[in-house]
């Protein structure tokens, strides 16, 4: 008996999703949802991970609810397509706190009930990332497309099961790239775009903030994040970040130099418990990417905070600078640029940072989760272009590896050139997609 309602077997904790599953049991065969139903109007997306941090703010409150409460995703031509999420996890009653709060009627804490519901179009992941392979594989057997957190795995090996599994059965498949859609990148493309820069030779990137131990302060993320047997690593965690920014903002990394370290080396955890952090938790990697530009990447956990930003980028060209964070954009064109002198003698009031202009805010940027969900879900009902695949996701977990390599090895190690990695992305981004799209209303 369900210990929250009490009115459905252990199986099933939610309310409609059972009745609606058990109806669908007699369901012929799921070849006859390949076809286009014009009475399918809503999109059915498994959340699974939703009481995790990702998954419940930014994917169900941030993105998915949001998209609910503005009547769905616009389609071209400007119909909607409404979403059904369906919550999955491990704890009947935090899901049903969340599905109560937020007044959602389907959740379960059997993935297998779940994934057996042909209704069902789309399985996410957010998941803890050593969690996510086999669920996911799992969902490509049961025929959904697949919309992933980063890192799609743990390791390469992983990656290409996944990317082989996915385009045999013909399912869609992306993985969150979320930094790409950040305004300051935003911003930071359209200079790119604009030819602002001339021609840019280097970037650097600070990634950190103080993460604390747990002992007198708790900690602001899961005690996981510290534990390598348990999938944490700031490498595995931001590496994948920063090669799709790289690839997709300047060229694709062709060499990776990392030193990356255990900086506090124990931790206490969500329960009170002192525990060893096995894991990297700063990292510091030279990258060479395309085009001979270099790019620096500071990664850590234990940085005091410096900067505006949590994450900026100084990108340095021919013809002018820029400084981006999650948001601000700042820029230094080559006719406004100061001519420092050096001279320990003398002290230097000039304030550098006033020499810097703002991009002001021309577009209104929403939250970046829902703009990729967005896309993710035309891509999935109408083919509309995603280009972020299990095969960029896979790029970047094969760079978080090779830098965890560099680091134990000492030495700076090349990238292998990926056959598909060069190919222009197709239009709709979904040339080995043979599963049709869902239909829209
Ligand atoms: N895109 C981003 O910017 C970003 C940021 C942070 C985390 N992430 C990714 O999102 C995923 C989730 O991270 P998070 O910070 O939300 O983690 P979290 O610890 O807050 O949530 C983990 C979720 O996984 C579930 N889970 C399933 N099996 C579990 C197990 N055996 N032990 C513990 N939890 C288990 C938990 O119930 C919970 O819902 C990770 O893969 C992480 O890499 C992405």
Redesign the pocket.
């Known amino acids: 008996m369900n210990p929250i309602d009490g009115t459905i077997g252990d199986q099933y904790a939610g309310k409609r999703f059972p009745d609606r599953s058990q109806l669908l049991l007699g369901h012929p065969a799921r070849s006859t949802r390949k076809t286009v139903n014009v009475s399918h109007n809503e999109v059915g997306i498994i959340v699974?991970?939703?009481?995790?941090?990702?998954?419940?703010?930014?994917h169900l409150l941030r993105s998915l609810l949001a998209i609910r409460e503005d009547g769905g995703v616009e389609l071209a031509g400007g119909r909607r397509v409404q979403i059904r999420p369906v919550l999955v996890?491990?704890?009947a009653e935090?899901l049903n706190d969340i599905a109560v709060k937020h007044d959602l009627a389907e959740w379960t804490t059997d993935l297998d009930a779940a994934l057996a519901d042909p209704s069902i179009d789309i399985y996410f992941?957010?998941?803890?990332?050593?969690?996510?392979v086999p669920a996911v594989k799992k969902a490509i057997a049961a025929g959904k497309h697949i919309y992933?957190?980063?890192?799609i795995a743990e390791t390469s090996a992983e990656c290409q099961e996944l990317i082989t599994l996915a385009e045999r059965a013909g399912v869609k498949n992306g993985v969150?790239?979320?930094?790409l859609y950040l305004p300051g990148l935003r911003k930071l493309r359209s200079l790119i775009d604009s030819g602002f820069f001339g021609r840019i030779f280097a970037v650097r990137g600070e990634f950190g903030y103080w993460v604390f131990e747990g002992d007198w302060v708790p900690a602001q993320?899961?005690s996981?994040?510290y534990r390598a047997e348990?999938?944490g690593g700031i490498v595995?965690?931001m590496f994948?970040?920063w090669n799709y920014v790289l690839e997709n903002l300047f060229g694709s990394v062709q060499s990776v130099y990392a030193r990356a370290i255990t900086h506090i080396e124990q931790r206490v955890d969500e329960q009170g418990k002192p525990y060893a952090a096995t894991a990297d938790d700063a990292a510091y990697a030279v990258l060479e990417l395309d085009g001979g530009i270099i790019a620096q990447m500071n990664s850590s956990w234990d940085v005091r905070v410096h900067r505006k930003e949590l994450l900026e980028f100084q990108v340095d060209g021919t013809h002018g600078s820029a400084v981006v964070g999650l948001f601000g954009a700042e820029v230094q064109p080559r006719v406004a640029t100061p001519r420092p002198t050096w001279n320990p003698d003398v002290k230097d009031d000039h304030d550098y940072l006033s020499d810097w202009q703002q991009v002001p805010e021309t577009t209104e940027f929403g939250n970046g989760?829902r703009a990729q969900w967005e896309d993710f879900i035309r891509h999935v009902v109408e083919d509309g272009p995603h280009r972020y695949d299990f095969r960029s996701g896979a790029r970047g977990v094969r760079l978080a590896e090779l830098a965890l390599q560099s680091s134990t090895t000492g030495s700076r190690i090349e990238v292998p050139a990926d056959a598909d990695h060069d190919q222009p992305a197709t239009q709709n981004g979904a040339a080995a997609s043979s599963k049709p799209a869902v239909a829209a209303v």
Do not use: I
């Open positions: 699974n991970g939703v009481t995790g941090r990702m998954g419940y703010r930014q996890g491990r704890n935090k992941d957010s998941q803890l990332t050593s969690a996510r992933a957190e980063k890192p969150v790239h979320d930094k993320r899961p996981w994040n348990d999938g595995s965690d994948p970040h989760f």
